[in-house]
């Protein structure tokens, strides 16, 4: 069963994010890492894409890094783009990299207890099997015609 997170909790973590590493983001457009990615830069955060296949590229302005020491600076929030089984070695470098992390955050379908419990314990805030694309798009007023965003308004249907 899924974690509930309220409306309130989850609009704090996004209006207080202002720098995110993107874990296993792709560089293939049509990959749900890249346009969530985008979205996010696009929205105001600094992205700080994380993939040590893409390591150098360049993505949205930011080099790509091979993984989260590699980021100066200290982030947020760290979502994640990996397979649940990948989570917890991930948890524990965020949290061994940056101090005041605030949030760790899974992308739809990446749960992990164990790792929550992690986070938690050291005081940061979790959100597993959620998109911030979505919960942004939802709680901030930009979804239209069945969940989308289209970009596209039709007075006649």
């Not at 899924?2 to 996004?14: A, H, M, N, P, R």
């Not at 089984?85 to 749960?111: K, N, R, S, Y």
Request: glycine share 8%.
């Amino acid at each position: 069963m899924s974690e509930q997170y309220s409306d309130e909790f989850l609009k704090t973590v996004l209006t207080r994010t202002k720098r995110v590493a993107v874990v296993g983001v792709s560089m293939n457009p049509v990959r749900p890492s890249y346009y969530v990615t985008r979205y996010l830069s696009l929205k105001g955060y600094t992205v700080l894409p994380v993939n040590p296949g893409h390591a150098g590229e360049m993505l949205f302005g930011q080099t790509v890094r091979a993984s989260l020491a590699e980021i100066e600076g200290g982030v947020d929030m760290v979502d994640i783009f990996r397979r649940s089984d990948h989570v917890l070695p991930i948890v524990d470098e965020a949290l061994a990299c940056f101090p005041q992390l605030q949030t760790i955050w899974m992308q739809i379908g990446v749960e992990h207890a164990g790792a929550a419990e992690v986070a938690r314990a050291r005081g940061v805030d979790v959100v597993m099997n959620r998109c911030p694309k979505i919960e942004y798009q939802r709680l901030f007023g930009e979804l239209r015609m069945g969940g989308f965003a289209t970009g596209i308004i039709s007075s006649k249907l």
